[in-house]
């Protein structure tokens, strides 16, 4: 990698010193680590515990509402803390630096979160609640160590370093199963009103676990970035008024036309992937017919292909976009083959038999990932709309692109679940489901060809 630091600064704001490969490797761990934090709890533990909570069909709340109760609201959750928190990065004029004080409120606020859906009582209303904040948390690292992308890193090579995130963030998947695997969900007991007893379902270390690996890359990060962070001047910053608070959250897409394709090319192929990131578990439940131990085996077994898969292609097309100077290409081709790897999910057979092909999907699904990621946010930090002032607040204004997907899905989702088609009973139509999410996906792809000042 570049020892050379990125040459422009917004007034007002001092480089103490050039970063070098150390950094740009704290910066990947942390971002492995985040995802590991949050990917953990949220393809996997916490659906289990709801499981235990609530029935998986029948009448009144089931698990899978519960699961879009709980993961909507947190996606509203992060969708308006990215964005906040980069701003307020960006205007931040501590002696440690614009981002390194919010790495560590974040990493507080992760944490809190996560303690309260562990620990607290066993009902839909606190684990809702405690999930939010989670995210709130867990967003605003991200939000920080996208930021440090532009900050730090030359364009010439935020393809490379870039790529080198995307990988970190499809690998997590896999240790963060595997962390959760490693604790059995436990039992919660029930009154005879119906109402749960008995303090947290499951063992509260499919969280803790976790979260610990989170917090403890980011502190890594943030000792890594002590030599390095920018540090803004206290006259350069105008009064935070309600319109700056507001600003946080968009953009001018007339402007910046640009950004905006970026923008919602990259929201309709999120949109694809949250359908398979909230619904793996029930997915492997209801259509292929696995409980208990075997489900958390059948969840680690797609994570793995997809995180094979994604390793493959991720740094290679990272590098490769920085080299042909390219990007949209690789995006495109990625999204497609993404919509390609949902169909096999769609067809794959509504009992155990059905896994192999689920698989074949899983992996495809990890390939067209590995490119996407790898690249997508190089383009991402190439048509910012000011990347001197404004990077932390417009990396996180294009990240709600990631984060909205998220809420909306579990709320579309019971439609399609509930069509009788393909053969299929209404109530977990997961054909019908992932058939949507591909068309999502394949739009994300068309749209990124509007884009005009990047190849």
Request: one cysteine or more.
């Amino acid at each position: 990698m570049s020892t050379a630091a990125a040459s422009h600064d917004a007034p007002g704001v001092a480089t103490p010193a050039r970063p070098g490969t150390p950094l740009f490797v704290a910066l990947v761990v942390a971002y492995f680590g985040a995802y590991i934090g949050v990917l953990g709890p949220g393809i996997l533990a916490l659906y289990t515990r709801l499981a235990e909570l609530f029935p998986a069909e029948g009448v009144g709340v089931t698990s899978v509402d519960a699961l879009a109760i709980v993961s909507g609201t947190g996606a509203i959750a992060a969708a308006l803390a990215n964005p906040f928190i980069g701003r307020l990065s960006d205007r931040t004029t501590s002696r440690s630096g614009m981002r390194r004080p919010w790495i560590l409120a974040s990493a507080a606020i992760f944490a809190a979160g996560l303690l309260v859906v562990a620990f607290g009582p066993a009902n839909l209303a606190v684990i809702t609640i405690g999930w939010a904040i989670s995210q709130v948390g867990c967003n605003g690292l991200l939000a920080v160590y996208t930021a440090i992308l532009p900050d730090q890193v030359p364009e010439r090579r935020r393809g490379a370093v870039a790529s080198w995130l995307g990988v970190a963030m499809n690998v997590s998947a896999l240790p963060a199963i595997w962390l959760v695997g490693l604790f059995a969900a436990g039992s919660v007991t029930f009154d005879e009103a119906g109402v749960a007893t008995g303090g947290a379902a499951g063992s509260p270390w499919r969280f803790l676990a976790p979260l610990a690996v989170a917090i403890v890359t980011a502190l890594v990060l943030y000792i890594a970035l002590a030599p390095f962070d920018r540090r803004l001047g206290r006259d350069s910053v105008p009064g935070y008024s309600a319109r700056e608070f507001f600003g946080s959250f968009v953009f001018n897409p007339l402007r910046n036309p640009d950004f905006t394709w970026a923008w919602i090319s990259r929201f309709f192929f999120m949109l694809g992937i949250a359908y398979l990131l909230v619904y793996q578990a029930p997915y492997s439940q209801l259509h292929l017919g696995f409980e208990g131990a075997e489900l958390d085996a059948v969840v680690l077994w797609g994570t793995i292909a997809t995180v094979v898969g994604a390793f493959l292609t991720g740094y290679v097309s990272g590098r490769l976009s920085d080299v042909l100077k390219r990007r949209k290409v690789f995006v495109i081709v990625s999204a497609s083959l993404y919509a390609v790897s949902l169909l096999f999910l769609v067809f794959a057979a509504p009992d155990p038999s059905g896994l192999p092909v689920a698989l074949i999907g899983l992996f495809l699904g990890g390939l067209a990932q590995g490119v996407y990621f790898g690249v997508d946010l190089a383009l991402a930090t190439d048509v910012l709309p000011d990347s001197e002032a404004d990077a932390a607040k417009d990396l996180g204004v294009f990240n709600i692109a990631s984060a909205v997907p998220q809420f909306i899905a579990p709320f579309v989702a019971p439609v399609f679940l509930g069509l009788q088609v393909f053969g299929r009973e209404g109530g977990s139509n997961f054909a019908a489901l992932f058939l949507f999410a591909a068309i999502c996906s394949a739009a994300g792809a068309v749209l990124v060809g509007f884009i005009r000042s990047v190849r």
